[in-house]
């Protein structure tokens, strides 16, 4: 069955942005930590956060001691005056439109205005806003409502961030038909009115739905109701384990989106399940090419492939000819490396990628098999060049397996939370680059009399810059699993959109760099050919940066298809 997943689905800003803060705050181990109330309406997730020892504290004692984080939803000044009269160490994960709104009422209630909310009286988000109306707020649920509010001149109106857009476009129009000086604030959040939009649109383009979140998920329960409002067949289900067959019995194209406050493992998990159920009007021929294709995906060809490209790519920029066997010593490298570090630190993995995680394991033999095999052929071909390039690929195939090996054992303390070197912040990141632009600018030329450095050194930082740019959007990609195990990645360190901003800049000052370097000639002219990559790079980061593109699958054939673009391009620049 084909699947179609909504580009809004799963965690919204606020949503990402307290799990992300909770999760670091927990890698920290800086004594106990609490969430006052569940962090999100999801139970896998608060299971998950009570593994990592972050437990829910309802009620709060005067004698309670450690850190406490307020979730997205915000609470009322009253409660977080009491915490403050506590030990505890107060971590705001307050959604910044939340506190907006929460601002906004402040402000007028303090003129003399009656605050009126649209929303649920019981939400967590209502009933912290209904603390800063200091008692004279009145929480509305519809347009019929509207007849029972007091006669007054000084009326606000705001909304629950996460309410349904037309329902609250009704409710202030009535309003304005009653209270002609009532002050209006559009304070639903942007992503509630994508999301509601999208489902809208996705549910009139195929043959079912399904909604994945919590069933105690007020913005999921009203994604489910607009789908259904749709006359298309809905489903509401927290994991892929509620999915039944029945239900797809004559579907061939099912829609999929998600609640604010579901993680995108789970999306996956539901996905993968989908695509196995329903019926295919794909060509047995077609389902088999398919299946080759995520075959190859799911053992790293593709990045192999990229590799070899890149190497390529590198040899005739730095020297205008590549033989062959060089760009294959990448492949191999790259190809076992990535195969190994998958097994020896699976964890993040589970989390990013459930299904290549389950596919690892079931095919352990095999892929352990071939990585091995991989690293031999390697050696024996670096041999065949000579002893030194031998002993270089030999220590770059140690490093990168010793890259995910504990070094430093746990009971040194502080130092323990780095015993692998992969523990260190951002160290994926680098590691990988260098390693890529070592095995494919700098392993060519060891042996060589005299070799040029500045056209190998200029090749090093393509390819390194090409690999930098391709693993730091991955890092972004990944950022929830990273968390929940505990990896200081890049943006973990920097945070997404500090991170982003780094690797654009990069990518300018590199491709900037090829360029000058073409342009007094260190390097061939096609230098100025492989500009193209870089401006491939800035356009498939600025569409994740803008929203445009948030499709993980998506975003990583753009990055692995400019590896490969730098190869074709080589080769084309050759041809007479």
């Not at 303390?413 to 680059?433: H, N, Q």
């Not at 450095?453 to 959007?473: A, D, E, K, Q």
């Not at 300018?508 to 492989?530: K, Q």
């Amino acid at each position: 069955m084909k699947v179609r997943l909504a580009k809004t689905a799963g965690f919204c800003m606020g949503v990402r942005r307290a799990m992300e803060i909770t999760l670091s705050e927990a890698n920290k181990g800086d004594g106990k930590l609490f969430t006052y109330g569940p962090l999100i309406h999801n139970q896998q997730v608060l299971d998950l956060l009570r593994s990592k020892g972050v437990d829910v504290k309802e009620d709060i004692d005067e004698h309670d001691r450690g850190r406490i984080t307020i979730r997205a939803h915000g609470i009322t000044p009253t409660e977080r005056e009491m915490i403050r009269s506590t030990n505890l160490k107060i971590i705001d994960a307050t959604c910044p439109r939340v506190a907006k709104v929460q601002g906004i009422i402040r402000r007028y209630n303090k003129k003399g205005y009656t605050p009126v909310i649209f929303g649920d009286s019981r939400h967590p988000e209502v009933i912290g806003l209904m603390g800063y109306c200091r008692g004279h707020g009145i929480v509305i649920g519809s347009a019929e409502d509207v007849k029972k509010l007091p006669e007054t001149k000084r009326l606000i109106v705001v909304s629950q961030t996460t309410q349904d857009v037309d329902a609250y476009r009704k409710i202030t129009e009535a309003i304005k038909g009653r209270y002609s000086e009532a002050i209006v604030f559009d304070t639903i959040c942007d992503e509630t009115y994508k999301r509601q939009r999208e489902v809208r649109s996705l549910a009139h383009e195929v043959d079912s739905m399904v909604i994945v979140g919590g069933y105690n998920s007020g913005n999921t329960r009203r994604l489910y109701q607009i789908s259904r409002s749709t006359g298309k067949p809905t489903f509401h289900v927290e994991t892929e384990k509620e999915l039944k067959d029945l239900w797809f019995s004559s579907t061939q194209t099912v829609g999929v989106t998600a609640g604010a406050s579901t993680p995108n493992w789970m999306i996956k998990n539901v996905t993968e399940t989908l695509k196995t159920m329903g019926k295919s009007r794909q060509h047995p021929l077609g389902s088999l090419l398919k299946k080759v294709f995520q075959f190859l995906l799911k053992i790293n060809i593709p990045v192999a492939i990229g590799a070899f490209s890149l190497t390529y790519a590198g040899l005739m920029l730095s020297k205008g000819n590549a033989d062959l066997i060089h760009p294959l010593l990448a492949l191999f490298y790259v190809y076992s490396m990535h195969v190994l570090n998958r097994f020896l630190d699976k964890g993040a993995s589970t989390y990013n990628d459930p299904g290549v995680a389950l596919f690892y394991n079931q095919h352990r033999t095999f892929l352990i098999t071939t990585s091995l095999t991989g690293i031999g052929t390697g050696l024996i071909l670096s041999l065949y060049l000579g002893t030194a390039q031998f002993v270089l690929f030999l220590v770059l195939a140690l490093l990168g397996i010793v890259y995910s090996i504990p070094i430093i054992p746990l009971r040194f303390g502080y130092l323990g939370r780095y015993a692998k070197i992969k523990d260190l912040p951002g160290s994926k990141t680098m590691a990988e680059a260098l390693a890529w632009g070592i095995i494919s600018s700098l392993l060519p030329i060891v042996g060589l009399p005299e070799p040029f450095w500045p056209g190998v050194l200029t090749s090093f930082f393509f390819v390194s810059s090409m690999c930098y740019i391709r693993s730091g959007l991955f890092d972004i990609l990944n950022i929830q699993g990273d968390l929940i195990v505990g990896r200081e990645t890049l943006p973990i360190a920097l945070g997404e959109e500090k991170a982003l901003d780094l690797l654009l800049l990069i990518n300018a000052l590199f491709g900037i760099f090829i360029l000058l370097s073409t342009s007094i000639g260190m390097v061939s002219n096609l230098g100025f050919v492989l500009t193209i990559c870089f401006l491939n790079s800035f356009v498939y980061l600025t569409a994740y940066q803008k929203g445009w593109i948030r499709d993980g699958s998506r975003l990583q054939a753009f990055a692995e298809s400019n590896l490969l673009l730098a190869g074709l391009l080589a080769l084309i620049w050759k041809l007479p």
